[in-house]
């Protein structure tokens, strides 16, 4: 399964727009980008998922590059609620039973 | 109306034990999950289930045994407990196998072993 770079923490101002960066330069073409994320002392949460189109859902939007070597996770406006680790996954087609592999994630503080 | 439900939500017991976790998924769904998350929080599939069949072992000791009666359950007992088992337990659900399937979470049980 290919690999993702994102950084261990980030931090954010709450009302304001946070972009959650990830790198993905050993995509494959038919890899799905997946962001999930999980708050503290529970599971973790699904947030979008998207293949080559930028996606937007209620809870935020995933910006695709062109190339799909990087995508970006974007929460339009922080709230205390959305302090918790993003996960970035990559999941192949081929991937076995769809399991998901977790890397260390990015952990957002965000202050009021 | 939890989708995903975990039962207990904590475990504490000795060594040597043996017990079991239970997950029920009120989703429809037909691929279910277990994943451990240890103490560094390092999340790590380790069973998948599709229709009540195994399709995932990701290396798991077998002291560890999955049981699904129903695609809407999938269990996880465990023999003779070792301390090195205290991590949280997540079960987990999809609506089908695939990449593009989002994946639902229970809350998790966290397992003491003393």
């Known amino acids: 399964d290919a690999k993702t770079t994102q950084p261990n923490s980030m931090e954010s101002n709450e009302e304001e727009p946070v972009h959650l960066p990830c790198n993905h330069s050993?995509?494959?073409?038919?890899?799905?980008i997946h962001w999930y994320r999980q708050l503290p002392s529970q599971g973790p949460e699904y947030v979008i998922h998207?293949?080559?189109s930028n996606v937007n859902n209620r809870m935020a939007s995933l910006a695709i590059a062109e190339d799909r070597k990087s995508s970006t996770l974007i929460l339009h406006r922080a709230t205390l609620r959305d302090a918790a680790v993003y996960y970035c996954?990559?999941?192949?087609?081929?991937?076995?039973?769809?399991?998901?592999?977790f890397g260390q994630g990015t952990e957002l503080s965000v202050k009021p | 109306d939890t989708a995903v439900s975990q039962t207990p939500k904590y475990l504490v017991t000795q060594m040597g034990n043996d017990k079991s976790i239970k997950c029920e998924q009120n989703?429809?769904?037909?691929?279910m999950y277990w994943y451990k998350q240890d103490s560094k929080k390092f999340l790590k599939i380790m069973f998948s289930?599709?229709?009540?069949?195994?399709?995932i072992n990701e290396t798991v000791p077998n002291r560890f045994s999955p049981k699904s009666p129903d695609k809407a359950h999938l269990n996880l007992h465990i023999n003779s407990l070792e301390l090195g088992d205290s991590a949280v337990y997540f079960c987990?659900?999809?609506?089908?196998?695939?990449?593009?399937?989002?994946?639902?979470f229970g809350d998790g049980t966290r397992l003491s072993i003393l």
């Open positions: 998207g293949l080559t």
């Open positions: 987990a659900s999809s609506p089908r196998q695939g990449a593009s399937q989002p994946q639902h």
């Open positions: 050993t995509i494959s073409g038919t890899d799905y």
């Open positions: 989703l429809g769904h037909d691929t």
């Open positions: 996954i990559l999941r192949a087609p081929y991937n076995q039973g769809g399991k998901l592999i």
């Open positions: 289930y599709n229709n009540k069949e195994l399709i």
